[in-house]
């Protein structure tokens, strides 16, 4: 059976390496072709172009994704964007079934008036930027000196961590030497994280809240008027391990932070706001145009863990703002899309029509099958599903009509696709990290590996290997 995995992220490697490991294939009844294509040259999704650099455990997550495709029976076509490069048309004449695992790149919308604002930002672009994204404007304007993070999860602390820490601090990391020079520039005195619920309905997890605590010269503000709890609030923090871990960091920052803050002394401080809805970006007459501040509703808790407006207004003065209260999925050519949810309409991973019916070999797995919830590793489940899924369909799937592995790599080469491959990526993955030995403009710092981020420059890096080798 041959495989096209359309995403090359977490939930593309792992939906290829568990088809690999099924039973099917363990016992000799399945023989099993798989090929990965991503449109970016380099592999890893989410892992390479949208989690903080200073996240070392997500070293680990690498680590096991780099393993699964060194193992060589899982074929890498980088630099090539289905639809355009190869449309679906053609991958299922050359596959028994397609999987889409295209993840969830754009914002999701916040609908309130001054949204269009010079320097309104969607928190994802940022993201973009800051993990040397190819298709990313290299130059961000940072010159705001009071920012406003609108959201209570774990991107909305990365966003605020690294516009609140001091760019020399993120030297070890991998991040591209002109997101160094931007950072280093940066005038940001405060940064705001706002939340429309109470302290105990956060969405952050325990280990990216205590994170916000271990960036030097940054202090932690907290606001005691936020510490609302109501009955659903009091039972979280009782029987969820998570709530009352996060609960306890919190009480504990609030407890040793001092009554006069302006006795607090580092040079940036990172303020957690509660129990704000947003309501307006506002602009002013200085200027017009521009983010100068922002409107909430303070909202209290309505008992049940959810919240009500108390029709109290706040404004904040900000000159920009991120916005960071979701992802939202991409349509793709070919298939219907759920826009109201940003998926990809299917059936525990099989692919729907318009009419609700199967497409027949066409299957989705991750933040495409489900929407942009739950962390990481949660994406194995639901590769184990559609996997589930395609091997009870297998015996019925139409044969391609190319089956041969040749079969793409004749089509992609007819077209002049500058592709790369998993030896592409291995070059550069040196390339990188020869990068870290050597100074930069930010000084003679030792990192690990410094990103390439043109994609021309990535191309060209990948595909040299090939053109020597003739692979």
Not at 96 to 121: H, M, Q, R, Y
Request: proline fraction near 6%; charged fraction near 25%.
């Amino acid at each position: 059976m041959r495989v096209a995995v359309v995403g090359a992220g977490p939930a593309g490697v792992y939906a290829a390496d568990l088809l690999t490991k099924s039973e099917e294939v363990k016992s000799g009844a399945l023989t099993l072709s798989i090929d990965l294509f991503d449109r970016y040259p380099a592999p890893f999704g989410l892992i390479r172009y949208g989690v903080a650099p200073d996240h070392p455990r997500i070293k680990g997550i690498i680590a096991a994704l780099h393993k699964v495709l060194d193992r060589g029976d899982i074929r890498f076509f980088g630099n090539v964007n289905v639809g355009t490069d190869i449309t679906l048309t053609e991958l299922r004449a050359r596959y028994d079934a397609v999987i889409f695992a295209t993840g969830a790149i754009k914002d999701a919308d916040l609908n309130i008036p001054g949204v269009e604002l010079e320097g309104s930002w969607g928190a994802a672009d940022f993201v973009s930027w800051y993990d040397g994204h190819p298709d990313v404007d290299r130059d961000w304007p940072l010159d705001a000196k009071e920012i406003a993070v609108i959201g209570n999860g774990n991107v909305a602390l990365d966003v605020a961590r690294i516009l609140a820490k001091q760019a020399d601090d993120l030297l070890t990391t991998e991040i591209p030497d002109n997101v160094y020079q931007a950072l280093k520039r940066s005038p940001a005195t405060d940064v705001h994280i706002f939340g429309r619920r109470g302290p105990a309905q956060i969405k952050f997890t325990p280990l990216e809240l205590r994170e916000l605590s271990q960036s030097p010269d940054v202090d932690i503000v907290l606001y005691p008027e936020d510490f609302e709890f109501d009955e659903e609030s009091e039972r979280q923090m009782q029987t969820n391990n998570q709530t009352k871990t996060m609960m306890g960091t919190l009480t504990n920052w609030i407890a040793a932070q001092p009554d006069d803050l302006a006795e607090l002394t580092a040079k940036r401080r990172l303020h957690l706001h509660f129990l704000h809805n947003p309501v307006e970006i506002l602009d002013s007459a200085d200027a017009p145009g521009h983010v100068a501040a922002m409107r909430f509703e303070r909202t209290e808790l309505d008992g049940t863990g959810g919240v009500r407006g108390t029709g109290e207004t706040v404004e904040y003065p900000v000159q920009a703002v991120y916005r960071a209260i979701g992802y939202f999925g991409s349509a793709l050519p070919d298939l219907d899309f759920d826009h109201r949810r940003g998926v990809l309409p299917n059936d525990g991973g099989h692919v729907l029509d318009a009419d609700g019916n199967p497409v027949p070999g066409v299957y989705a797995t991750g933040w495409i099958k489900r929407g942009p919830v739950g962390l990481i590793g949660h994406t194995k489940g639901d590769a184990l599903e559609t996997i589930g899924m395609l091997l009870a369909d297998r015996e019925g799937l139409a044969r391609p009509e190319h089956p041969e592995e040749s079969a793409v790599i004749e089509l992609l080469d007819g077209r002049g696709v500058e592709y790369t491959t998993w030896e592409g990526w291995h070059a550069l993955d040196a390339h990188e990290r020869e990068l870290g030995t050597t100074a930069t403009a930010s000084g003679p710092v030792e990192r690990e590996r410094v990103k390439v981020v043109p994609r021309g420059d990535m191309v060209d890096i990948s595909r040299a290997i090939r053109d020597l080798t003739g692979a």
